[in-house]
């Protein structure tokens, strides 16, 4: 169980194109989502956390309008990656989490590579 | 100041070695204490947690946590080469948001 998907797993765009990334919860209903980036050889960065119907929470540095974030679902989160830039090549990792569960308990999805040329 | 600080390596160990891994935190609200194991191109993988200060084993896995001082460790018993990967540590103060280490990178060679 706690199974989370993603998709697509890798994905090559040209730079000023825009790029949708869908994370999934495939057997449970995940009312809070998290969205990291995570640069080679370093850690996870939290980008935002999203609550089912509600806006997203950024964290500060992270462009808000730059990075959509839609939580439509309790099973399903998008982020959006606008007007994409070399610079925004990364992996991108969701996490979701259940209600009533302790903080520990989120589940990670696969990732998805990102590169922009 | 980083809240966490874990070690950075890397590490790398002969196969059946005792392998340490550590990370250090400077926020005492920290309640949840979680080590994950990251395959290159892979989402991390939950590999144990723990809320109070002490021991808790798991297979060939043992976390420890010294809340007094701020210091928490994951053991790996009779490591395999599977156990490659990079190790992160994150702390939660259950208010939903996880803080991770770095990560440390570990290869245990055949």
């Known amino acids: 169980g706690a199974v989370v998907s993603q998709h697509p797993s890798w994905v090559i765009c040209k730079s000023g194109t825009s790029v949708k990334i869908e994370c999934r919860s495939l057997?449970?209903?995940?009312?809070?989502m998290f969205w990291y980036r995570q640069f080679p050889k370093q850690s996870l960065m939290l980008m935002a956390t999203?609550?089912?119907?509600?806006?997203?929470?950024?964290e500060q540095g992270v462009e808000k309008d730059k990075f959509l974030i839609n939580h439509a679902s309790l099973t399903l989160s998008t982020l959006t990656v606008t007007s994409a830039h070399p610079e925004d090549s990364s992996f991108y990792i969701c996490?979701?989490?259940?209600?009533?569960?302790?903080?520990?308990?989120?589940?990670f999805g696969p990732g998805t590579r990102l590169t922009v040329t | 100041q980083k809240e966490v600080e874990q070690d950075p390596g890397p590490l790398s160990v002969p196969e059946g070695a005792i392998v340490s891994l550590n990370c250090t935190y400077s926020?005492?609200?920290?309640?949840?204490f979680m080590w994950y194991r990251q395959y290159s191109r892979k989402g991390p993988e939950l590999l144990m947690y723990?809320?109070?200060?002490g021991n808790k084993e798991d297979g060939r896995f043992t976390a420890q946590v010294d809340k007094s001082s701020k210091y928490i460790s994951l053991f790996i018993r009779d490591s395999q080469p599977s156990d490659s990967a990079t190790y992160l540590c994150?702390?939660?103060?259950?208010?939903?948001?996880?803080?991770f280490g770095d990560g440390t990178t570990l290869t245990v060679k055949p």
């Open positions: 994150a702390l939660n103060t259950n208010a939903g948001k996880s803080t």
């Open positions: 999203s609550n089912e119907g509600s806006k997203a929470t950024y």
């Open positions: 996490s979701a989490r259940t209600s009533g569960r302790a903080g520990y308990e989120q589940y």
């Open positions: 723990t809320y109070s200060s």
């Open positions: 926020n005492s609200a920290f309640q949840y």
């Open positions: 057997d449970f209903q995940a009312t809070t």
